[in-house]
């Protein structure tokens, strides 16, 4: 069974901090997605990585795909109130195109 | 540019009834792929639709099932409602020609079965 595990499931943090998001696996991504979802909305994509190893910023978010490409982090420095939301990681493996996601990380900021 | 529409927001139905949920692509995407998303879960993958014929089956039974148009929109079926199909029914559309793991998804279809 392919699984995607993120850690840890819930975080709520003050504003100002910094935090990090884990995306784990046991099998091998071709690329990986990260989204955004806020209540009653589609998940909003946020970055793909592609390549074992590559680094993506986005403002002040980080993004991180492992060497082996099984796992990949995302860090936000400086969290804000809008930061909220829940984290999705997604990816297609090897051979498969269908996109599995992960269990999600709920994101709180408190002003 | 209009992006993923789906419709109808929310629908209540009772158990034992057929379901038809609609959905249209962001512009120029030609791939159409339907999750069904628990309360507090991931998405899980139903299927996806490209060139109108399914391509991809997640870990769903018969009950559901799909078309696409040849428009690029697509619909989704649900026979025989249980209980537990109850959930967020989300649309996400990508193209071939790009990258056809980047989806573009609505803001879902909530789904109560009572």
């Known amino acids: 069974t392919q699984l995607l595990e993120q850690s840890p499931q819930f975080l709520s943090i003050q504003e100002g901090e910094n935090l990090t998001v884990y995306c784990n696996s046991s099998?091998?991504?071709?690329?990986l997605q990260w989204y955004r979802q806020e209540p009653g909305e589609g998940p909003v994509l946020l970055v793909t990585?592609?390549?074992?190893?590559e680094v993506k910023k986005l403002k002040r978010l980080t993004f991180q795909f492992g060497d082996a490409r099984k796992d990949s982090s995302l860090h936000i420095t400086a969290a804000q109130p809008g930061d909220t939301g829940l984290y999705l990681c997604?990816?297609?493996?090897?051979?498969?195109?269908?996109?599995?996601f992960g269990t999600g990380t709920r994101l709180t900021i408190i002003p | 540019d209009a992006g993923v529409t789906q419709s109808p927001t929310h629908l209540i139905k009772t158990r034992g009834q057929q379901v038809t949920l609609r959905c249209s692509p962001k512009?120029?995407?030609?791939?159409v792929s339907w999750y069904q998303q628990a309360l507090g879960q991931g998405p899980q993958f139903i299927f996806q639709?490209?060139?109108?014929?399914?391509?991809q089956r997640g870990n769903f039974p018969d009950r559901f099932s799909g078309h696409q148009f040849p428009n690029y929109s697509s619909e989704l079926n649900v026979n025989a409602l249980l209980l537990g199909d109850s959930a967020l029914y989300l649309c996400?559309?990508?193209?071939?020609?790009?990258?056809?793991?980047?989806?573009?998804f609505g803001p879902g279809t909530r789904l109560t079965v009572t």
């Open positions: 996400a559309s990508s193209t071939r020609t790009g990258s056809p793991y980047e989806q573009y």
């Open positions: 099998s091998v991504f071709s690329s």
């Open positions: 990585v592609v390549t074992g190893g």
């Open positions: 997604a990816g297609p493996y090897f051979g498969n195109e269908k996109l599995t």
């Open positions: 512009s120029g995407h030609d791939t």
């Open positions: 639709y490209y060139e109108e014929e399914e391509r």
